[in-house]
């Protein structure tokens, strides 16, 4: 299969990047970043992209599955406009473009508790991301709805401060269905679902994602 990753330079991103150049299931990678990745493997092309102009490498965006791991912090991304520009417009500009050139199948890193009923901005976002890719069709279509993500060296606190307290619980027994999950292991999940599920809608809910 040929894979197309957009958000491929985040944390999600970067390992289902290294997943894929690793899986024989997959014989290329072609990955649509503003700078480069600093990966080089055979198997490995990057498309230096304009996000706001992405018909001008529409004719790349070809292949057999495409995985959305972009995504930004209302912190990181300056306002509620520009969160919803990186994480809705973008994302569903692809997934169109990507369905117009007959890519069959689409992954899509959403959120637990995202619904386009939601009143909470984030999860109302997210929600609706979810609504307009599957509404273009795909012939398989999966969301994937984590929790908190665990990513390597970060450098947000809250991350270090939630997540210790959440594996304190687990280890108590408690709220295991909110455990954190690993950006590292979300990837490899990610990777695997468009080999094994059938074509249709798939939701992979946090209770579920663990087990798949």
Not at 130 to 139: K, Q, S
Not at 157 to 185: A, Y
Request: glycine share 8%; charged share 25%.
């Amino acid at each position: 299969m040929k894979a197309l990753i957009i958000g491929a330079t985040g944390a999600t991103g970067k390992d289902l990047t290294h997943v894929l150049l690793q899986d024989p299931a997959y014989t290329a990678v072609v990955i649509f970043v503003r700078r480069s990745s600093g990966i080089s493997h055979p198997k490995l092309t990057e498309i230096m992209t304009d996000f706001d102009k992405l018909e001008e490498v529409a004719d790349a965006i070809r292949g057999d599955v495409w995985f959305n791991c972009m995504g930004s912090t209302l912190k990181t991304a300056g306002s509620k406009e520009k969160q919803w520009h990186i994480d809705y417009e973008i994302p569903l500009k692809f997934a169109e473009i990507a369905k117009r050139n007959g890519v069959p199948k689409a992954v899509v890193v959403s959120a637990f508790g995202a619904s386009p009923r939601s009143k909470v901005f984030y999860s109302n976002m997210k929600g609706k991301l979810e609504e307009g890719v599957e509404n273009l069709a795909f012939d398989q279509c999966i969301i994937f709805k984590p929790g908190m993500l665990l990513r390597k060296e970060t450098d947000r606190s809250g991350e270090h401060v939630f997540g210790g307290i959440l594996k304190f619980l687990n280890r108590l027994g408690l709220m295991k269905k909110f455990r954190p999950l690993e950006t590292s292991l979300l990837a490899q999940k990610l990777a695997k679902a468009p080999r094994v599920l059938p074509a249709g809608k798939h939701v992979i809910s946090l209770e579920k994602i663990f087990d798949f």
